[in-house]
């Protein structure tokens, strides 16, 4: 739970940190930005909190997303934003003891999930000046995965665990909610993904991450046209 909590802070601090860099502005610009369609990517920092006796450790992931949006007004502070992005996330889980090999058939150490979406988040956005702050559902779909078991003395790779597409549920979908700060055909921000499926389907994946939900933190730059 605490790990948790500490994921949420520190994504709660960087929206921060967006708000005042834009707050100076915020009224110095126009209110409507007008009907335009760009590219973005950026970073991602995504992690499971799986919660469960054989767990000893877990980190987030570095990933990243990219793709395509569009900004389409409804009046001077309402716009909808829908986009298509291809997204990287996942997790590092380090699990302990004979219990895990007995049970779950990999070995002592660490086991590190990549999960790659194509990812369709359907958000609106209330505009005050060049600040936005947009929420709303996503819909996403598991492409591929790749899933790694290290060893812990010294981090070598053992083998890839019996784990592919078909273990993990295929599609997921969440809320988002973020900012944004658009300086005429460039945005930055910060965006946090919550998932409401479990990623494991079944088996040892739905063992290992413990009906776990994805929860990403994405920072972004995009350019309009």
Do not use: C, W
């Amino acid at each position: 739970m605490k790990r948790k909590q500490d994921f949420r802070i520190l994504t709660g601090i960087g929206i921060a940190i967006l708000l005042m860099i834009a707050a100076p502005q915020v009224y110095g610009q126009s209110n409507n930005p007008g009907p335009r369609i760009g590219i973005k990517g950026g970073a991602n920092l995504s992690q499971f909190f799986v919660d469960q006796p054989t767990v000893e450790d877990e980190n987030m992931k570095l990933g990243l997303h990219f793709g395509i949006f569009t900004k389409i007004p409804v009046n001077n502070f309402l716009a909808f934003q829908p986009e298509l992005l291809y997204t990287n996330v996942g997790s590092k889980v380090s699990y302990g003891g004979s219990t895990v090999e007995n049970i779950l058939g990999i070995r002592e150490g660490e086991v590190r999930f990549n999960l790659n979406y194509i990812q369709l988040p359907l958000a609106l956005a209330i505009n005050v000046g060049p600040l936005n702050i947009h929420a709303g559902p996503y819909l996403s779909y598991l492409v591929s995965s790749n899933v790694k078991n290290l060893r812990t003395s010294d981090l070598t790779t053992i083998n890839t665990i019996e784990l592919n597409k078909d273990d993990f549920n295929t599609i997921d979908y969440g809320l988002l909610a973020g900012v944004g700060f658009d300086v005429q055909n460039v945005t930055i921000g910060a965006r946090y993904n919550y998932g409401l499926r479990q990623v494991g389907k079944d088996g040892m994946a739905r063992n290992l991450t413990n009906n776990s939900k994805n929860s990403v933190a994405q920072l972004f730059i995009g350019f309009g046209f």
